[in-house]
Structures are given as structure tokens and as C-alpha cells.
């Protein structure tokens, strides 16, 4: 049998596959405004990615923040249940899920058998999740990939008190007229980034160990300033960590069509 689940989110749509209980295929396309016709198209790549028609595929699970545009949907899984379910299925020892995508984090306590204990969600504001730091580096003219190995090479700390993008933009403008070190600017970004999340995370407790997910999880700099914001504690980067709700929602929907 041949499943997807798909993660609509504000930026990307994510799509996996699975078949016969494992991974075939996965896919990424921009969300767009019609969430129905991009999880359509993200679907058809995945599909043939796999070597398989669209029609081939029986059953899918939907999650994300535009998960009830798609009526197809079998199963409609919160983003919280799909985190967990992938992060226990790629971590099974996990107890802490964090999961930063473009316009909102989670993070998520785990007991045995990976269920959920606890959870919160970020505010809606960029300034806790991927689109601030997309945002500084443009204001910096640099790649978003030299942007966060930039930090990395950072000899001193600078807060940076504007937690609204449109503010911190304006903070990284003065910066720059200080002649401020590019690297000194982008850890100052990711330090402000990590500050939210970690208040987030503390607000249900942090227990080894901890797994992040999500776009940002492919930020270097910014895993780096979030492990130190939560005391230094080690974090294990999943593996494809963009496509983990798409992955969780995609073994949720293998279990429903098992279970029939």
C-alpha cells in the first residue's frame, strides 16, 4: 500500500511517501495560494519521484496550518501529533521535539511510547521562527546558507533588543554603519531567534534527550546559539528535519490504513 502525508505550511508544502511501511519518496513545493493545488503538485512529484502515479496513492494525511484545505485528506493530525509521531519514529529514546519552521515553533514533551505530556506554540511572530532569520540576511545581502556559518566565526556577543522583524531590521541596519563584523550581526540574529524558542521550550520542561526539526534545524548557527540558550545541552539534528510533520503525518496515515 502506498500512503503520503503532507505538511502545508506558510512558506512550503512538504510531501512524503510511504510505501509498504517505508519511505519512498519525498517532495517540497511552494506553498502558494491555493493550498489544494500545491499539495496536488507536491503529491504528483513525490509520485514520480517514486516511479508511481498520483492515482497510485491510497491513502493521505494532512498537517500544517492549511491541512483543511485539503479535503482528500483521510486524517487532518495537528502539527503536534505528526512532530511527535515522526521525531519518536527517527528518535525513539526523544523526550524534547522542537520544531522551528518558517512562521512558528513547537516544542513537545515525550513519555513512553512517545506520547505527548506537554507542548507550546510560539506566538505568531517571525521574530520566533525561520522567516526573521531569512529576513536579516537579505537586509545583510548574503545567502541564507553563508549567513548561518557566518555567526560561527563571531568573537563577541551583542544582544539585540528588537524582537519584531521590521525593528530588528532596523537594528541591523545601524550595525552595519558601525562597521559591526558580518558574523557578529548574524549570531546576534540567531542568538535573538534562540531566545524565544528557549523561553518556549522551558515552559514544559527540558529532558534529554533533545531533537529538532523543522527548516531552521538546517541553520548551523542558529542550532549552535539555541543549544547554548537552553544551558548547553546537546541537540540531534533529525534526519531530513524540514519534512519531519510531512514524515509524522505520513506514518500516521500507514497506521489508519493498516488499522482498517
Known amino acids: 500500500m502506498l500512503v503520503a502525508g503532507i505538511d502545508v505550511g506558510a512558506k512550503n508544502?512538504?510531501?512524503v511517501l510511504i510505501k509498504d511501511g517505508e519511505l519512498v519518496a519525498r517532495a517540497a513545493v511552494a506553498s502558494g495560494f491555493d493550498h489544494e493545488e500545491s499539495a496536488e503538485r507536491g503529491l504528483s512529484e513525490a509520485a514520480a519521484a517514486a516511479g508511481v502515479r498520483r492515482e497510485d496513492i491510497e491513502r493521505v494525511a494532512a498537517t500544517g496550518a492549511g491541512?483543511?484545505?485539503?479535503?482528500?485528506?483521510?486524517?487532518?493530525p495537528t502539527e503536534i501529533a505528526a512532530d511527535a509521531r515522526?521525531?519518536?519514529d527517527l528518535f525513539p529514546g526523544a523526550r524534547t521535539v522542537i520544531d522551528v519552521?518558517?512562521?512558528?515553533?513547537?516544542?513537545?514533551?515525550?513519555?513512553?511510547?512517545?506520547?505527548?505530556?506537554?507542548?507550546?506554540?510560539?506566538?505568531?511572530?517571525?521574530?520566533?521562527?525561520g522567516a526573521f532569520v531569512e529576513a536579516m540576511s537579505r537586509?545583510?545581502?548574503m545567502p541564507l546558507d553563508v549567513f548561518s556559518k557566518a555567526s560561527l566565526d563571531s568573537t563577541q556577543t551583542i544582544p539585540m533588543n528588537a524582537q519584531c522583524t521590521v525593528f530588528a531590521e532596523s537594528e541591523v541596519v545601524s550595525l552595519i554603519h558601525a562597521n559591526t563584523p558580518p558574523g557578529d550581526i548574524a549570531r546576534a540574529v540567531h542568538d535573538a531567534m534562540a531566545s524565544r524558542v528557549s523561553t518556549m521550550v522551558r515552559r514544559i520542561g527540558i529532558e534529554d534527550p533533545v531533537v529538532l526539526g523543522g527548516g531552521?534545524?538546517?541553520?548551523?548557527?542558529?542550532?549552535?546559539?539555541?543549544?547554548?540558550?537552553?544551558?548547553g545541552v546537546d541537540i540531534y539534528v533529525l534526519a531530513d528535519a524540514e519534512y519531519l510533520g510531512a514524515y509524522g503525518a505520513a506514518l500516521i496515515a500507514w497506521e489508519a490504513a493498516q488499522a482498517r
Do not use: P, T, Y
Not at 67 to 76: G, N, S, T, V
Not at 106 to 122: E, M, P, S, T
Open 13 to 15: 508544502v512538504h510531501v
Open 67 to 76: 491541512r483543511k484545505a485539503l479535503a482528500f485528506a483521510a486524517e487532518q
Open 86 to 88: 515522526g521525531a519518536f
Open 101 to 129: 519552521g518558517a512562521d512558528e515553533a513547537r516544542a513537545i514533551r515525550l513519555g513512553d511510547g512517545g506520547k505527548v505530556v506537554d507542548f507550546a506554540i510560539n506566538e505568531k511572530c517571525a521574530a520566533g521562527a
Open 139 to 141: 537586509a545583510l545581502e
Open 216 to 231: 531552521a534545524a538546517l541553520n548551523i548557527g542558529f542550532v549552535k546559539s539555541l543549544s547554548e540558550a537552553l544551558g
